[in-house]
């Protein structure tokens, strides 16, 4: 089993619409979640973090978080074009020592005018 | 401005050598990481520093060296030992070791002749 799951997609959204995106932790004692986004050839740019139970906004973006589900999820409202991107789920998981991340593999997301 | 700066953009390694990649942060960062991005993969871990002097092996540290002998710079070493070194090549920092988020630089692709 895959310490953190995403489904690679595509997954194709008209504009204007809501993408959702979903990633899902085995390690229970996760405490720390983001979301990355990357263009094709280019690095992985931090866009959200979210450390407790709920939702966390943050302009389009809104990230949400069950520790008792192991799912972390991201909205993206108002999907635009330049939304077309792999979007990398990361945990920082407790067991080891220091920061380290665990990635997903990314969901790529496809805006469709 | 501040950032990680990453160099090469590419590079190529003949047989049997090694190659060093460069990799400098002026965030005043105290951990510093190394990943390795194959395509349809997520990150893998190569090393990581979470203090000067100090490094720890990541994921798949086997055919690569670092050093940390100051704060700002943490270079990777890709030696003969690596027999696939084809890959994108990521390097990344946090402020500290306990939880915060990483911020990658623009990344080095690294190709066989």
């Known amino acids: 089993q895959k310490e953190v799951e995403q489904n690679s997609g595509p997954l194709s959204v008209p504009e204007g619409a809501i993408a959702s995106l979903n990633c899902t932790y085995s390690d229970r004692g996760s405490q720390s979640f983001f979301w990355y986004r990357q263009y094709s050839g280019k690095s992985p740019e931090l866009i959200m973090s979210i450390y407790s139970n709920g939702d966390k906004e943050d302009g389009r973006f809104t990230a949400q978080l069950n520790k008792a589900s192991q799912y972390v999820s991201l909205l993206i409202r108002d999907s635009q074009p330049s939304d077309s991107a792999t979007y990398l789920c990361?945990?920082?998981?407790?067991?080891?020592?220091?920061?380290?991340?665990?990635f997903g593999t990314g969901t790529q997301l496809k805006v469709e005018l | 401005d501040g950032g990680i700066t990453q160099s090469p953009k590419y590079l190529f390694r003949k047989e049997g050598q090694n190659v060093t990649l460069s990799c400098e942060q002026n965030l005043n960062h105290d951990a510093m990481y190394w990943y390795r991005q194959d395509p349809g993969q997520g990150l893998r871990l190569i090393y990581y520093s979470q203090i000067v002097n100090d490094f720890q092996k990541g994921d798949i540290a086997e055919g690569y060296s670092v050093s940390r002998e100051k704060k700002e710079s943490f270079p990777l070493t890709v030696t003969s030992a690596q027999k696939n070194p084809t890959a994108f090549y990521l390097c990344?920092?946090?402020?500290?070791?306990?939880?915060?988020?990483?911020?990658f630089g623009d990344g080095t692709r690294l190709s066989i002749l």
């Open positions: 990361a945990v920082k998981s407790v067991t080891g020592g220091g920061n380290k991340l665990t």
């Open positions: 990344a920092s946090s402020i500290d070791d306990k939880g915060q988020p990483q911020h």
